[in-house]
């Protein structure tokens, strides 16, 4: 069982509280993989690379935190969760950075609506009312826009629609009070969750095992249980043993 619980949920070979240096460990690991996934998404839709504004860089960093999770024994259940919520939260990252480039260098300009249709918006759940446009110059968008677009607007409709002028992100509706910070308010609480799961990750996956503590037995002031048993030289103590029998020579 103890086995068992060690594979599945991590070692955690710690009495008591976690030591202030697993906990920043787990802190620095957690706060890495968020700004590594949010950031690559937030690059990719300001520069244009594609392989980054997909979501594909965002996915590659959750992999990579992944596989830095399982290199330091972390219980298997809690790598799971976080590749789960890394990969969510990766999938989920190009809209809230393509939200964040238009606050910040898009451009408002009128359009005129040219149908209107019941369909599934792109990230959203429930069906939406989606619109078919042209600009000033009667030249369709290659997008249709659902943001302001709803069960009352008809053919001939005028809507407003913001746009970069790079075009590294489509055109999207205008939302009223839309900024930076309110593109990825709704990612917060997924890239909170994700932070505190690769902290406890990291947090439980201490392991004990093969450490040369000079004092062995005993549970020590920091809260780490020391393994019971012979004391085990290190390599400083070892040079410096063999630096005196060869002096005494």
């Known amino acids: 069982m103890t086995h068992l619980r060690t594979t599945v949920w991590g070692p955690a070979e710690f009495a008591g509280f976690p030591p202030r240096r697993l906990v920043v460990h787990g802190m620095v690991t957690g706060l890495l993989g968020v700004t590594a996934i949010l950031g690559t998404a937030l690059v990719g839709a300001w520069t244009g690379l594609s392989a980054l504004a997909d979501g594909a860089g965002g996915l590659a ?62 990230g959203r759940e429930s069906d939406r009312y989606v619109c078919s446009v042209t600009d000033a110059h009667g030249v369709p968008l290659k997008v249709r826009i659902w943001r302001g677009c709803g069960d ?72 780490l249980r020391r393994p019971a048993g012979r004391r085990v030289r290190t390599c400083r103590t070892a040079g410096v043993s063999r630096w005196r029998r060869f002096t005494r020579r």
């Open 152 to 223: 009352a607007t008809r053919p001939g409709d005028a809507l407003a629609v913001v746009y970069d002028p790079r075009g590294t992100v489509p055109p999207r509706g205008l939302e009223p009070g839309a900024g930076g910070i309110g593109a990825l308010r709704d990612l917060v609480s997924w890239a909170a969750v994700l932070g505190a799961g690769c902290a406890i990750t990291v947090i439980r996956s201490y392991r004990l095992s093969g450490q040369p503590w000079a004092v062995p037995g005993a549970e020590q002031s920091d809260g």
């Open 61 to 122: 960093c959750a992999a990579a935190l992944v596989l830095y999770l399982w290199w330091v024994g972390a219980g298997r259940a809690l790598v799971g969760a976080v590749a789960v919520l890394g990969v969510f939260l990766a999938l989920q990252a190009p809209q809230a950075a393509a939200g964040v480039v238009l606050a910040e260098r898009g451009r408002v300009q009128p359009v005129v609506v040219t149908a209107v249709q019941e369909g599934r918006a792109p």
